[in-house]
């Protein structure tokens, strides 16, 4: 009786070593950190702080992040990238000066010339935040958006991926198809094949050559 408790206990515990071990193996073939130097320390509550510089790369499952520095917070799976910020992810690339993302929840928040660039549109602004999970752009601070038939500037423009929409607010101004158009509130729909314009709208047609 005694050789076959034993025998259960060793088999327990391969089988928990086999676990964890699958489990660290999985967890850093989604989330790999490199760069020139990379710098480790803790924080007062005692997490992990690493520090990287030069050529930061960072690959998180299918997301592939790029900058000059980044600090990562281990345990609250946050990381800050700064200067020459490049991510690639999906069908789309976004760049700017600082870019913050929140693993945990799929957010992201990145400021300085900021542009993305997708197969659907092209924006540009000054901020510009991302709700990956939600599929919501926020852009303000200069934004501008060049999307199907359209292109324009606004105070802010929110981008609804699902719904494939957009919604530009405050100081609407910009061309559809050679014609000049400006209105307080402008909403594309479908693609950029469809445009409701509300709010003092005013379109000024071109004439045709």
Same mark, same amino acid.
């Given at each position: 009786?005694?050789?076959?408790?034993?025998?259960?206990?060793?088999?327990?515990?391969?089988?928990?070593?086999?676990?964890?071990?699958?489990?660290?193996?999985?967890?850093?073939?989604?989330?790999?950190?490199?760069?020139?130097?990379?710098?480790?320390?803790?924080?007062?509550?005692?997490?992990?702080? =690493?520090?990287?510089?030069? @050529? /930061? &790369? +960072?690959?998180?499952?299918?997301?592939?992040?790029? #900058? $000059?520095?980044?600090? !990562?917070?281990?345990?609250?799976?946050? =990381?800050?990238?700064?200067? @020459? /910020? &490049? +991510?690639?992810?999906?069908?789309?690339?976004?760049? #700017? $000066?600082?870019?913050? !993302?929140?693993?945990?929840?799929?957010?992201?928040?990145?400021?300085? @010339? /900021?542009?993305?660039?997708?197969?659907?549109?092209?924006?540009?602004?000054?901020?510009?935040?991302?709700?990956?999970?939600?599929?919501?752009?926020?852009?303000?601070?200069?934004?501008?958006?060049?999307?199907?038939?359209?292109?324009?500037?606004?105070?802010?423009?929110?981008?609804?991926?699902?719904?494939?929409?957009?919604?530009?607010?405050?100081?609407?101004?910009?061309?559809?198809?050679?014609?000049?158009?400006?209105?307080?509130?402008?909403?594309?729909?479908?693609?950029?094949?469809?445009?409701?314009?509300?709010?003092?709208?005013?379109?000024?047609?071109?004439?045709?050559?």
């Amino acid at each position: 009786m005694k050789i076959k408790i034993r025998s259960n206990y060793k088999t327990a515990l391969i089988l928990s070593l086999i676990f964890i071990i699958s489990f660290s193996l999985t967890t850093f073939a989604q989330q790999n950190l490199t760069a020139d130097k990379l710098t480790f320390e803790k924080n007062e509550e005692g997490s992990n702080i =690493i520090e990287a510089t030069g @050529n /930061v &790369k +960072m690959l998180y499952n299918e997301i592939e992040i790029t #900058g $000059d520095f980044a600090r !990562f917070e281990q345990a609250n799976q946050v =990381i800050n990238f700064e200067n @020459n /910020v &490049k +991510m690639v992810m999906e069908n789309r690339t976004l760049s #700017g $000066d600082q870019l913050t !993302f929140r693993m945990e929840d799929n957010y992201l928040e990145i400021q300085g @010339n /900021v542009r993305l660039e997708s197969e659907e549109f092209t924006a540009e602004s000054n901020k510009m935040t991302y709700d990956r999970d939600e599929g919501i752009m926020n852009l303000s601070e200069e934004a501008y958006i060049d999307y199907g038939t359209i292109s324009a500037n606004a105070n802010q423009i929110r981008v609804i991926e699902k719904a494939n929409r957009a919604v530009l607010r405050g100081n609407v101004s910009g061309q559809q198809n050679g014609n000049n158009f400006q209105a307080d509130r402008i909403e594309i729909l479908d693609k950029g094949n469809k445009i409701e314009m509300t709010g003092s709208a005013q379109l000024i047609f071109n004439p045709e050559e």
